[in-house]
T-cell receptor
Framework: SQQGEEDPQALSIQEGENATMNCSYK?????LQWYRQNSGRGLVHLIL?????REKHSGRLRVTLDTSKKSSSLLITASRAADTASYFC??????????????FGAGTRLAVHP | DAEITQSPRHKITETGRQVTLACHQT?????MFWYRQDLGHGLRLIHY???????NKGEVSDGYSVSRSNTEDLPLTLESAASSQTSVYFC????????????FGPGTRLTVT
């Protein structure tokens, strides 16, 4: 079963625009992470936010977490064609069997057009 | 540089054959994981290990087994390959403690005919 569900499933934007992806989950969590996957490659960790944090930044990435709504968002500002990839949220929780054991959502496919 | 590798990268096998996918990491991580990725399902956990001689079942473990004899390796065995096991398989590792991010290998594309 999937803990996280991303929305939208697919997103198409122009270079320079901002991209926002959302993730909802079902149970209380310890941490929520976002990963990127380029076509034909493994996943790459982008950012981790803990349950007691509300917002984190890393370069052009901004992640928010609302534990009351059980949701998170990933904002990529000033997108580039190289940001074209699939983005996954993953949660670690007691319900998942431990904070190190992640449950992944189905992902958002982002296409950034030059 | 530390890394995580998988072999083979591509494998075609026949139904009923035993197949082993290798995963090797040089991060010295205690935690290792096997996932399968299918269209529309994201990544689903098959088996995981928190240290040498420790193995645990994930949500889709039927038909798969793992063993952990050292820190670096977690081979995944398909006992009798089935067409439903055609998928892309990813291995990942993470350190112990409160850093929970996982490092992924490049994946193995397995086709069962």
């Amino acid at each position: 079963s999937q803990q996280g569900e991303e929305d939208p499933q697919a997103l198409s934007i122009q270079e320079g625009e901002n991209a926002t992806m959302n993730c909802s989950y079902k149970t209380s969590i310890n941490n929520l992470q976002w990963y990127r996957q380029n076509s034909g490659r493994g996943l790459v960790h982008l950012i981790l936010i803990r349950s007691n944090e509300r917002e984190k930044h890393s370069g052009r990435l901004r992640v928010t977490l609302d534990t009351s709504k059980k949701s998170s968002s990933l904002l990529i500002t000033a997108s580039r064609a190289a940001d074209t990839a699939s983005y996954f949220c993953a949660t670690g929780s007691v319900a998942s069997g431990g904070y190190n054991k992640l449950i992944f959502g189905a992902g958002t496919r982002l296409a950034v057009h030059p | 540089d530390a890394e995580i590798t998988q072999s083979p990268r591509h494998k075609i096998t026949e139904t009923g054959r035993q197949v082993t996918l290798a995963c090797h990491q040089t991060w010295n991580h205690n935690n290792m994981f096997w996932y399968r990725q299918d269209l529309g399902h994201g990544l689903r956990l098959i088996h995981y290990s928190y240290g040498v001689h420790d193995t645990n079942k994930g949500e889709v473990s039927d038909g798969y087994s793992v063993s952990r004899s050292n820190t670096e390796d977690l081979p995944l065995t398909l006992e009798s390959a089935a067409s439903s096991q055609t998928s892309v398989y990813f291995c990942a590792s993470s350190p112990s403690g409160r850093t929970y991010e996982q490092y992924f290998g490049p994946g193995t594309r397995l086709t069962v005919t």
